[in-house]
């Protein structure tokens, strides 16, 4: 049944709602005065007000603070009807009224209300109905059971909120109940009071210490049980709350993909996540107490330990590699003083690993595709500064719009590794037969300026006839302009730099790049088709390491092999092998 108060003047609405609404299912109360409405606000349980805000007796401010002072009438939900929109209630009816969406406002309302269920276990019929109505009256709802055996499937069926339960009772005790209870994981949290007329120490003793929140002895005073129980929910809805913020943050530490460790003001370890301990194949206790940068490093200078917050940073793990991002705060005591901190580490190693891949794209790019554009410009720049001899204004002219359109073309390329930051996909070769001779003179005639500004020479020695191979020209033309132009750099002014072809006996052609230059060491040379290493300090500051680390992949795609032969301070040769498709005679 459900109870509905309603403050007005004059009985207008309740007699119109009484009529709409089911009589076995809503009661309707009216009150014409803030006194009487308070009143009866304590000695019954309503399920919703209704406040008509037009009342000039009636204080629906005054009652509202009633309510809200009032533990066990806190949560009852009000309406208002009214003539203006302002109002501090769960919802509002204007004026005039209609009748449907009142109806429907009621009914929606009174469902939003939280019902506290309560079940009395009591074998004493007189008792048990006893309780029932005092509880009632508080606004609870209440089931009885006269035997302990049934308290059990009756828990399995609904869910109560408090158990007021008698001790001596036939076939099952409140002992043996209150046992059951307390040692089912999933029932074990509902408070029990005991009832009972075993009233001497010893036994309130027992019943507390059976794990009850209180106990009553028998006969009871209404208002003693009433009290205890409003305490008892109480007590359960903050504990409650606390359960449901626990259950919350066991599961972001069971299943969050970033680590979560709370450290003490000496980075001391009190707690971690279940992925901290994964990392490092450690269990919680094992880590607890220890200081965490002897796990990872510190990524801190020293007046950094007793801040707010903890500066954004990538960290590694000691023990195995991983990449971390770190972010942490300082967690505060009631009294605004820093107790610790809380730190929070995320794997991104994966995206620090595309991150120089891609990096290593555009490097690429940038190393290849600029060379013969860059060439271009200071070929067009040194006929603009008669390096060649004088030329005509016409032919000025001319040179120098081919100079702007290689500067366009130079800005067209830069523009073109931004987008392709975002496309980094495989290599995919485009054979045709090949004339590698032609080829390797072509990429001379472009490198040529470069090593002009060392007054160097490229010179070339080409097996007789024509070499013939199934190759994507560009990708292969980007393996001999990377080792040449290495060559080029590693070696000293007025220096000859010489790309040999030959056949050899498994019919695989063979291109021999030697130059005279610094050479490579021998702790270095396992590990220079490696990524990110240079044989060249020098040229390592400018350049990415990772051009002899594709021309090994672009040989390998196309069926071949590069090897390398050096000694540090006397040259290196490069050696390129590549299958033939046909060698044609002169």
Same mark, same amino acid.
């Given at each position: ?7 007005e003047e004059?009985e207008?609405?309740s ?7 089911p009589s076995?299912t809503?009661?309707i ?6 006194y ?5 606000l304590?000695?019954f ?7 008509d ?13 009633f ?6 009438l806190k ?5 208002a ?5 302002e109002?501090?209630f769960d919802?509002?009816i204007?004026k005039?009224?209609n009748?449907?969406?009142?109806i429907k ?8 209300q ?16 006893l309780m029932?109505e ?13 035997k ?5 499937p ?5 869910d109560?909120d408090l ?8 076939g ?5 109940v ?18 009972s ?15 009850s ?5 028998k006969?009871?005073n209404?208002d ?8 008892t929910i109480?007590?359960?809805?903050l ?9 919350l943050?066991e599961?972001i ?17 009190k707690?971690c996540?279940d992925?901290?301990?994964k990392?490092l194949?450690?269990e919680e ?6 200081i965490?940068?002897?796990?990872i #490093? ?9 801040? @707010? !917050? ?6 590694e /793990?000691? &023990? ?13 005591n009631?009294?605004?003083?820093t107790?610790g901190y809380?730190i929070?580490?995320r794997?991104?190693t994966?995206?620090?690993?595309m991150?120089k891949?891609?990096?290593t ?6 190393h290849?595709l ?6 271009e ?7 603009l ?8 204004h ?7 719009e ?16 931004t987008?392709?930051?975002?496309e980094n996909g ?5 054979k045709?037969?090949?004339?590698l001779?032609e080829?390797? #003179?072509t990429?001379?005639?472009e490198l040529?300026?470069?090593? @002009? !500004?060392?007054n160097q020479?490229?010179?070339? /020695?080409? &097996? ?13 033309k ?7 132009i ?6 000293p002014h007025?220096s000859t ?6 056949l ?11 130059d ?9 040379l396992?590990?220079?088709?490696d990524?990110?290493?240079s044989?060249n300090d020098?040229f390592?500051?400018v ?6 680390y594709?021309?090994?992949?672009i040989a ?18 490069f050696?390129?092998?590549?299958p033939?498709t ?5």
């Amino acid at each position: 049944m459900y109870k509905i108060l309603i403050t007005e003047e004059k009985e207008e609405y309740s007699k119109i709602i009484r009529q709409m609404l089911p009589s076995d299912t809503y009661e309707i109360f009216s009150s014409d005065t803030t006194y009487k409405t308070m009143d009866m606000l304590s000695n019954f349980a309503f399920n919703l007000i209704i406040f008509d805000l037009t009342a000039n007796n009636i204080s629906s401010k005054d009652i509202l603070n009633f309510l809200k002072t009032a533990p066990n009438l806190k949560n009852i939900p009000t309406l208002a009807i009214s003539d203006t929109e302002e109002h501090e209630f769960d919802c509002l009816i204007q004026k005039p009224v209609n009748y449907t969406e009142l109806i429907k406002a009621i009914k929606d309302n009174i469902k939003k209300q939280k019902i506290t269920n309560i079940l009395v276990v009591d074998d004493n019929p007189m008792n048990a109905e006893l309780m029932k109505e005092a509880c009632e009256q508080i606004g609870c709802s209440v089931n009885c059971l006269d035997k302990g055996t049934d308290v059990l499937p009756a828990l399995e069926e609904k869910d109560y909120d408090l158990i007021l339960l008698d001790i001596m009772m036939p076939g099952m005790s409140g002992y043996d109940v209150i046992k059951l209870i307390k040692s089912n994981k999933h029932l074990c949290h509902i408070p029990i009071i005991f009832v009972s007329a075993l009233n001497t120490t010893k036994n309130i003793v027992k019943g507390l210490d059976s794990g009850s929140y209180d106990y009553i002895t028998k006969p009871f005073n209404i208002d003693e049980l009433q009290a205890k129980v409003r305490n008892t929910i109480r007590t359960k809805e903050l504990q409650d709350k606390l359960r449901e913020k626990n259950n919350l943050l066991e599961k972001i530490y069971t299943y969050s993909t970033d680590a979560i460790i709370a450290v003490d003001l000496d980075f001391r370890i009190k707690s971690c996540s279940d992925i901290f301990c994964k990392w490092l194949g450690k269990e919680e206790e094992f880590l607890k107490d220890k200081i965490l940068w002897d796990i990872i #490093k510190n990524p801190l200078s020293p007046h950094h330990q007793y801040l @707010d !917050e903890i500066p954004s940073s990538d960290i590694e /793990l000691k &023990e195995k590699f991983m990449t971390l991002s770190m972010k942490g705060a300082a967690f505060k005591n009631s009294k605004d003083e820093t107790e610790g901190y809380i730190i929070v580490l995320r794997d991104v190693t994966k995206e620090r690993e595309m991150e120089k891949q891609k990096e290593t794209f555009i490097a690429t790019l940038t190393h290849d595709l600029k060379t013969p554009v860059r060439a271009e410009i200071r070929a067009m720049e040194l006929l603009l500064d008669n390096k060649f001899g004088e030329i005509s204004h016409e032919q000025r002219e001319l040179i120098s719009e081919i100079l702007r359109s290689s500067n366009y073309m130079f800005s067209m390329i830069d523009s073109l590794l931004t987008k392709y930051k975002y496309e980094n996909g495989e290599i995919s070769l485009k054979k045709e037969p090949i004339n590698l001779n032609e080829l390797i #003179k072509t990429c001379c005639n472009e490198l040529k300026i470069i090593a @002009d !500004e060392k007054n160097q020479i490229i010179s070339t /020695l080409f &097996e007789e006839a024509p070499i013939i191979a199934e190759v994507d020209p560009s990708e292969y033309k980007r393996v001999i302009s990377n080792i040449t132009i290495n060559a080029i750099k590693s070696s000293p002014h007025n220096s000859t730099i010489t790309i040999k072809t030959s056949l050899d006996k498994d019919n695989f052609a063979k291109i021999q790049i030697i130059d005279t230059g610094v050479g490579i060491s021998e702790e270095k040379l396992p590990y220079i088709f490696d990524k990110y290493v240079s044989y060249n300090d020098k040229f390592r500051a400018v350049g990415t390491g990772l051009g002899l680390y594709i021309s090994k992949k672009i040989a390998e795609l196309h069926g071949g092999k590069i090897e390398v032969q050096s000694k540090e301070g006397d040259g290196t040769t490069f050696t390129l092998y590549t299958p033939v498709t046909a060698k044609i005679p002169v």
